[in-house]
């Protein structure tokens, strides 16, 4: 990436100056390396940003993940990621994939998110030509065999039951299946059922989903435009051509399924010391016009620090919790709101309490200009960090590309978080929260009862297999 640690040094110098003067002056310092984009012979979709460092890091990323998952379907992504490991692909089976990658002292990385399945390969400059060879054999040609597929299908099942261990984990897992009806963003697979997938399966979204259509190259290196646009030619060609996939946009069948479960209290029980809570709201995609406003609103609520208002009421002034957090997340065609505390089970209903009485203030009253002024502050003085490495500013480049945003995104961001106002925060808040929460608790069985009393509580703990 050209002259890469100059520009984030002059960036980060730009970051330390005065807060009223830094909205401007971070617009004209904050300007990632632009990328050349280029679409290959065979219909792949590139973006290329010139590195300093004798490296190679190229990262193929298809629009697949655990949101294009349903419930039948559920850790799929995960099980195909852990076999493509295992198996290699025709050139470059099994072992032979990882012996010859560790050979040149490269890196090698394959996994499924929400909204991607990746594989990533770094090397240094002089062994391109290898770092494309594996790549594109791995996504073109992956093994897809029983022994690999049992094995990987054993691992994921395992890491789930190990997952039940976690309060935590199992309460967002349940609010995210509750609001999103087990589909996509509540995909949430059982041990037993990852179990039952057939390699067949795997096979049909290899097929539909690992083509040239559906897949965003990142290049970040040192080698000129021109020879990794010939290595994408030369090294993709005869991948499947297909065309880009999205998964299915649920939000008027997760709109109704809400408003039907909206204020009730999800119980699922473990016999465990403390208990947790988590609050949750269908959110809004990355496009949404409110999208800056209800990250900053976010982060006053609780998902900034130590001074956000969820941690202070229940934590520094009452001492109920250890642990409290929120988290705003907008993607391609969906989004989530969710708020978590852990607490002893005698504060379970105060902390429900506390939670309904923020979550109606932030969309009733304004926030105070100085929490605003100070959230803003803190937003502006970090953001640099995002983009710290030329790998993290190719995965921004590469987002904005699967989510369609416009080139001057990360530009103007701050120019827009300085924009926001109080009346912005408590708008979109509003609509955020007009239709109330839906909450899950995991703890021990004396707090059905005292959840019962004033509110209804649902008992979740068949919908989930252990």
């Not at 852990?342 to 969309?363: A, C, H, L, R």
């Not at 993290?392 to 995104?409: I, K, Q, T």
Request: with cysteine.
């Amino acid at each position: 990436m050209k002259v890469i640690l100059k520009t984030l040094l002059a960036v980060f110098t730009g970051l330390i100056l005065q807060a009223n003067m830094f909205a401007v002056e971070a617009a004209e310092e904050l300007r990632l390396p632009e990328p050349d984009r280029f679409t290959s012979d065979g219909g792949i979709r590139a973006i290329y940003i010139e590195d300093e460092l004798p490296v190679v890091l190229l990262s193929a990323s298809f629009g697949y993940g655990s949101l294009y998952e349903e419930g039948s379907s559920a850790g799929m992504g995960e099980c195909i990621a852990g076999m493509m490991e295992l198996s290699g692909s025709v050139k470059y089976p099994g072992k032979k994939l990882h012996e010859e990658i560790e050979s040149i002292g490269g890196e090698l990385s394959v996994s499924s998110s929400w909204e991607s399945f990746t594989v990533t390969v770094k090397v240094l400059a002089r062994f391109a030509d290898k770092a494309y060879d594996i790549l594109s054999d791995l996504v073109k040609n992956p093994v897809f065999i029983d022994d690999a597929w049992e094995h990987s299908k054993k691992m994921t099942a395992e890491r789930i039951r190990r997952s039940y261990d976690d309060p935590a984990e199992i309460a967002f897992k349940q609010a995210r299946s509750i609001i999103f009806l087990g589909r996509g963003y509540g995909s949430s697979p059982a041990p037993e059922d990852v179990l039952t997938l057939k390699l067949s399966d795997a096979e049909s979204v290899r097929d539909s989903f690992f083509t040239a259509g559906n897949m965003i190259l990142g290049i970040s290196s040192s080698i000129s435009l021109e020879k990794n646009r010939e290595y994408v030619d030369s090294f993709f060609k005869g991948m499947r051509p297909g065309q880009r996939q999205l998964y299915t946009d649920e939000r008027a069948a997760v709109k109704k399924a809400f408003l039907e479960n909206s204020g009730k209290v999800f119980f699922f029980e473990k016999e465990v010391p403390q208990a947790t809570v988590v609050a949750g709201v269908p959110a809004f995609n990355v496009t949404y016009e409110g999208d800056i406003p209800l990250k900053i609103m976010n982060r006053i609520l609780g998902g900034g620090s130590f001074n956000s208002r969820l941690m202070t009421e229940i934590r520094v002034k009452r001492g109920l919790a250890y642990s409290v957090q929120s988290l705003y997340r907008s993607r391609l065609l969906t989004g989530v709101f969710m708020a978590y505390a852990q607490t002893g089970p005698e504060s379970v209903n105060e902390v429900v309490d506390i939670m309904n009485d923020n979550f109606n203030k932030v969309q009733k009253e304004p926030v105070e200009d100085s929490e605003l002024n100070w959230t803003k502050s803190n937003i502006l003085n970090s953001y640099v960090f995002n983009f710290d490495t030329p790998a993290s500013v190719l995965a921004a480049w590469m987002d904005m590309e699967y989510n369609g945003l416009d080139e001057d995104y990360y530009r103007v961001y701050l120019e827009k978080v300085e924009q926001v106002m109080p009346a912005d925060i408590l708008m979109h808040s509003s609509r955020l929260f007009d239709k109330g929460v839906i909450y899950v608790v995991v703890g021990p069985a004396s707090l059905r009862e005292a959840l019962s009393k004033g509110r209804v509580v649902v008992d979740v703990k068949e919908q989930t297999k252990e």
